[in-house]
């Protein structure tokens, strides 16, 4: 059997074990610490621009932090975009609060603004007004940020821009994940960049990245013993993982070409082929990081085939494809709270597959994966 190849490994520079080694050696092995502020300073001056980046020990916790500064609690309701994975809706939960879900558009896969403002007004009417909405640069492609920003102005409401996939990505310019209220990273071994697992909460204060670090550090009170006014969580990175992290930096660039690389070779490959698209971003204001290439396969043309056959034959080959993420609101534990939308995202996950884009994927990979298309279309 031919090793493996995984959906979506990272890529080592070859520096993480220097800065590993050095926290090793100076005894800093707990959580923040100098390759932390270090690694928070490199993330801060990537954006280049008014950025406060806390470092966490995950994307979610960086979501769930989001939160709490926005003082969601019991009771309130959260918008969320239905087609995202798991980990941008469970905070939710966490503070006791509602989520309402939204539909996709089909364009970018992401929030669609249609239905967001419907969603808005309906809660609204129902007696709520929503206290976030939580907005995710689905596999690296940017949302609509103008349209939906406009609309959350317009009613006032917070954006959490869940732009754990989109690392690298831009809008008209800007760099994903400093659009929002707050945004969010992620650093998990399946992004373009890993702490082996982590995430960071970006802000646009100082005074917003203290309170994250104080509730992220056990909200301890200013005092010599320890002293707690308020709920305080374990949610800081620690100096091991911001060494990989500072490692890891240095690949972003060449995990970006790699990756967009990568969907190129797809988009080649597939575009004299029938009834499949390769999801590509919507004009030149979009640029994506191609986190993971998506491909969407109609079912029943020419030869009756779908995306699970092409799962499947992929997997004969010991290579890892997975479906689009479950959209939420199908998901049994959300089940029962609200959707707004047209069924775009059940449509999208019915048809849709992630290919390989792992950072790492060498010609010969690639070779393997190409001989999979030719049989799997020509048979
Ligand atoms: C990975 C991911 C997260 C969560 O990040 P973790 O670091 O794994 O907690 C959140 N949202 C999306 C869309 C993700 O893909």
Known sequence: MDKRIYLSLSRQSGFEQ????????TNWITSGGP??????NEIENYYNEKAFVTALNSGTSAIHLALILLGVKYGDEVICQTMTFSASANPILYQGAKPVFVDS??????ICPKCLETAIKDRIKKGKKPRAI????????????????AIADRYDIPIIEDAAEAFGSYYKGKKCGNFGD?????FNGNKIITTSSGGALITNSLELKERAIFYATQSKDKAVHYQHSEVGYNYRMSNICAGIGLGQIKMLDHNLIARRNIHSFYKEKFQNINGTSILEVLNEDYFSNYWLTT????QNVDKNISAEDLRLAFEEANIECRPLWKP????????????????????????GLCLPSGSNLSEEDKNRIEEVINNFFNK
Request: no cysteine; aromatic share 16%.
């Open 18 to 25: 220097e800065y590993v080694q050095k926290a090793l050696e």
């Open 35 to 40: 390759n932390v502020d270090e690694f928070e």
């Open 105 to 110: 558009e089909p364009g970018t896969w992401n």
């Open 134 to 149: 939580i907005a995710v640069h689905l596999y690296g492609n940017p949302y609509m940020v103008d349209e939906i920003h």
């Open 182 to 186: 707050f945004g969010i990273l992620s």
């Open 295 to 298: 491909i969407l396969i109609e």
């Open 328 to 351: 939420m609101h199908l998901q049994p534990i959300f089940l029962k709270y609200p959707y707004y939308g047209n069924k775009v995202a059940e449509e999208l996950f019915k048809k």
